[in-house]
C-alpha cells in the first residue's frame, strides 16, 4: 500500500554513537520491507557491545539469514 508520509522526520544529535545512530536509523524506517528485523536488531554491532554479557542472546539462538 502507499505510504501517506514517505519519509520519516527526526533528527539524530551528533553526540550519539555511530553505531546506535545506524541501529536508530535502520528501526525508524518508514517502509517495514526496508525496516530491520529482529533478529538483525539482537545482532547488531552496537547491540552486541553495549547489552551486558547475561543479556545477550546467544548467536547460536539467534535467527540469521
Known amino acids: 500500500y502507499p505510504f501517506p508520509y514517505p519519509e520519516g522526520n527526526y533528527f539524530i544529535p551528533h553526540t550519539v554513537n555511530p553505531l546506535a545512530a545506524d541501529l536508530i536509523r535502520r528501526m525508524l524506517q518508514v517502509d517495514p520491507y526496508k525496516r530491520?528485523?529482529?533478529h538483525e536488531i539482537?545482532?547488531?554491532?552496537?547491540i552486541r557491545s553495549k547489552v551486558p554479557l547475561y543479556a545477550r542472546v546467544p548467536r547460536c539462538y539467534a535467527l540469521e539469514k
Open 42 to 46: 539482537l545482532t547488531h554491532p552496537w
Open 36 to 38: 530491520i528485523r529482529i
